[in-house]
């Protein structure tokens, strides 16, 4: 059974970057979907990027477009979300997700999830 168990995240003046990570035990991440998600105040949970597991292309949402880089180390089982230029607007929760199929992982339905993490961009 996958597990995810995510760190980094907190407190971060605006233009500040921060790096979360996901790690993975139980299954390689090789297979499966993985990517981010967060939820901002007054706004659903949505999708921030992704590694598709079905050509290891790389998904930004607008959101998080030339700002945001995801990664993975797989020899670390390990997938980061390096966040630069970080707004006001970035405070929310963070969570990394992972889904063997890449449709269930877009409609916010993986099957595993991380704890979360909260970051809060404030001056």
Same mark, same amino acid.
């Given at each position: ?5 995510? %760190? ?7 233009? /500040?970057?921060?790096?979360? @990570? ?9 297979? *499966?979907?993985?990517? $981010?998600?967060?939820? &901002?105040? /007054? #706004? ?7 590694? %598709? ?6 998904? *930004? #949402?607008? %959101?998080? #477009?030339?700002?945001? &880089?995801? %990664?993975?180390?797989?020899? #670390?089982?390990?997938? *980061? ?13 963070? $969570? ?8 269930? $992982?877009? $409609? /916010?339905?993986?099957?595993?999830? @991380?704890?979360?993490?909260? +970051?809060? +961009?404030? @001056?």
């Amino acid at each position: 059974q996958l597990q995810l168990v995510q %760190s980094g995240g907190g407190l971060v003046q605006p233009g /500040g970057s921060l790096r979360l @990570s996901c790690a993975a035990s139980g299954s390689s991440l090789d297979s *499966y979907t993985i990517g $981010w998600f967060r939820e &901002t105040p /007054g #706004k659903e949970r949505d999708e921030l990027t992704f590694i %598709s597991s079905r050509d290891r292309s790389i998904f *930004y #949402k607008a %959101s998080a #477009k030339d700002r945001f &880089t995801i %990664s993975k180390d797989s020899a #670390k089982n390990t997938i *980061y979300l390096q966040m630069d230029s970080l707004e006001l607007e970035d405070t929310g929760e963070y $969570w990394c997700a992972a889904d063997r199929d890449e449709e269930t $992982w877009r $409609w /916010g339905r993986a099957a595993h999830w @991380s704890q979360g993490t909260r +970051v809060i +961009v404030s @001056s």
